[in-house]
């Protein structure tokens, strides 16, 4: 008995490998133009519902759609809770197993097998019955068992840090596409309302035709504006059905049968961020959780590949009845048992040990790599967002002035037309130049409103701190609902359950 609490003791003390510590980040003073200090991974702080500062009833449609539907996102969770439940089984390494391998066979022993006595064609033909119980118990001696456990408890929380990650992903790409979509249907308005005055103004240049004021070259020119202007709208039309089919897969939804009214508003300013993005919303980014859990379980399965070079011990017993006659297995004389402890000395593998060691490292320093290209990449997701935010804006503004001038360039130029001191060349001249500064005014809203989405993600969603952060709820699949029966309890189970609900039923 002292043998075995000291056995239970070491156990408790000792383990092998390396103890995980989150790696040093060299890291900027800070943003260009925003505070900032270094990062510490927290994905498991309250991201919130972004989409929703944007005030848009459809966009909070389309997004409650993408969670709930998305195949994507059901993989995703799919795999987290296949690494949660591995996490579960690993656990269970900790405890002892007992089984009952009951059998009944029909067997022949050999007259002629090894014996220390002579046999003289002695033999057994008959049934051998035999009602065991076998017990068995590695105790975790230098942390083999509890590394594994740290590891598979780290990838789990890795898979929930990648359901966040593409859960925002999809979001974001869902407002993205959105905002382009809603870009193209002003865009598509404009060219339309040229094509209508273009062809007023064809109508016209026929009519001076006819009535000799006019030349054929000048009709020949407004005829090409107008085909011009209806080529454009049938390539914005196809850019349109594609990205509508983009959003139909988003959503989870059959392209085939899936329509986005059209809303030919223009798209005003992006709502502002809050000053100074705090470092606390880039700390809660899933990506870089995500491999920071994945350093984190890399680093303890160093643990377990170390353990594979020190003696292993279980705890192992064997007991119960065997006997030739069925009627008489349960008798005193059918009892056998043994039971001691079974100890492994690792002496010679072929060098599998070391091998399997110099790999665990080297995952190791793989996902030491990655944590630090994950940290590296959010800064440069902020930094661009940050410069497309600023930058757009200026453009935004200039833009605007030069269709306000374009515009005021375009009137003189139809009335010096008409009153026959400037060629139709300059109308036609200022009318391109208003319909491409108009359409890129409505592009560049559009780039506006992607680069502000593109920055919500960047800094890990939102900088709304007031909700907790939960697994999403998603609409089961049909055919995964069919498989539910395979979850329900057991014999044994249902047995527990009868019998507590007997014992703590009313008296």
Do not use: C
Request: charged share 20%; no cysteine; net charge positive.
């Amino acid at each position: 008995m002292r043998f075995l609490l000291f056995l239970l003791a070491t156990s408790a003390i000792a383990q092998v490998g390396p103890n995980y510590e989150r790696p040093d980040s060299v890291s900027p003073p800070k943003f260009k133009g925003v505070t900032w200090r270094a990062a510490n991974p927290s994905s498991h702080l309250p991201k919130g519902e972004w989409w929703k500062v944007f005030h848009d009833a459809k966009l909070n449609e389309l997004e409650a759609k993408a969670t709930a539907n998305n195949q994507q996102l059901k993989a995703a969770i799919a795999r987290f809770d296949q690494a949660r439940a591995t996490a579960r089984i690993t656990r269970g390494d900790f405890l002892p197993t007992l089984g009952a391998p009951l059998s009944a066979d029909r067997q022949r022993t050999s007259g002629n097998m090894p014996s220390p006595f002579p046999l003289n064609g002695l033999r057994y033909d008959g049934p051998a019955y035999n009602a065991p119980l076998d017990f068995s118990w590695e105790i975790d001696l230098w942390g083999k068992i509890r590394r594994g456990v740290e590891a598979d408890k780290a990838t789990a929380a890795a898979a929930a840090d990648a359901v966040h990650n593409m859960l925002l992903g999809i979001q974001a790409e869902v407002a993205s596409t959105y905002f382009q979509l809603r870009a193209l249907d002003a865009e598509m308005r404009v060219v339309r309302e040229a094509v209508s005055w273009r062809g007023e103004a064809l109508k016209i240049a026929k009519a001076r035709v006819l009535a000799g004021a006019g030349s054929e070259l000048e009709e020949a020119q407004s005829e090409t504006e107008v085909a011009s202007a209806e080529a454009e709208i049938s390539a914005l039309q196809a850019r349109r059905d594609q990205l509508e089919n983009t959003l139909a897969i988003l959503i989870g939804t059959n392209a085939a049968s899936f329509h986005l009214a059209v809303n030919a508003s223009e798209l005003r300013s992006p709502p502002s961020l809050p000053a100074g993005v705090p470092t606390d919303l880039l700390e809660r980014r899933p990506d870089i959780s995500q491999a920071e859990r994945q350093l984190a379980a890399a680093t303890a399965k160093i643990g377990v590949a170390r353990a594979q070079f020190f003696p292993s011990l279980k705890l192992a017993g064997n007991g119960g009845f065997q006997s030739g006659d069925i009627d008489i297995l349960f008798e005193p004389a059918s009892l056998l048992w043994s039971y001691g402890p079974k100890i492994n000395i690792p002496l010679f593998s072929g060098n599998k040990n070391r091998f399997n060691l110099s790999r665990s490292k080297s995952i190791h320093d793989e996902a030491l790599a990655g944590y630090r290209q994950a940290f590296l990449a959010a800064v440069a997701d902020v930094e661009t967002s940050l410069s497309q935010i600023r930058n757009y804006a200026t453009q935004s503004s200039a833009q605007q002035r030069a269709r306000s001038s374009a515009e005021r360039a375009s009137q003189l130029a139809k009335t010096r037309y008409e009153s026959g001191t400037s060629p139709y060349l300059d109308v036609i001249e200022a009318n391109r130049t208003v319909l491409t500064i108009q359409r890129g005014t409505i592009q560049t809203s559009g780039q506006r409103f992607a680069a502000t989405v593109s920055l919500v993600k960047a800094i890990g969603g939102s900088w709304e701190q007031s909700q907790t952060v939960i697994m999403p709820e998603v609409n089961r699949d049909p055919e995964a609902r069919a498989l539910g029966d395979l979850d329900k309890p057991g014999f044994f189970s249902k047995v527990k359950g009868i019998f507590k609900a007997k014992t703590t039923g009313p008296n």
